[in-house]
Nanobody
């Protein structure tokens, strides 16, 4: 059984930075493309970033491009999301996800999800 556990959320002022981590257990981490999504109250789940199984390919939502960086360490079974220049509109519950297929911005391309971690950006 695959488990994903996110950590690193919290409260930060606008313009600040936060780093999220997501650890995968139960299967071979390097087999999966990984993604980060977020969902704010009353809004649809939104794609944030994705990274290929090798880590060589990344893709970002336009809203976070240039501010967020996704990376992975296959030796540690962990994917990261470094968030800089945070804005109040980045406030949401952030979820990591693992998928068997190629990296994707579509949530339907992922097979496993974490429980989420809250990020709140104050103005």
């Amino acid at each position: 059984q695959v488990q994903l556990v996110e950590s690193g959320g919290g409260l930060v002022q606008a313009g600040g930075s936060l780093g999220l981590s997501c650890a995968l257990s139960g299967r071979t981490f390097s087999s999966y493309a990984m993604g980060w999504f977020r969902q704010a109250p009353g809004k649809e789940r939104e794609f944030v970033a994705t990274i290929s199984w090798s880590g060589r390919n990344t893709y970002y939502a336009d809203s976070v491009k240039g501010r967020f960086t996704i990376s992975r360490d296959n030796a540690k079974n962990t994917v990261y999301l470094q968030m800089n220049s945070l804005k109040p509109e980045d406030s949401a519950v952030y979820y990591c996800a693992a998928g068997f297929g190629p990296q994707s911005s579509d949530y339907r391309g992922y097979n496993y999800w974490g429980q989420g971690t809250q990020v709140t950006v104050s103005s």
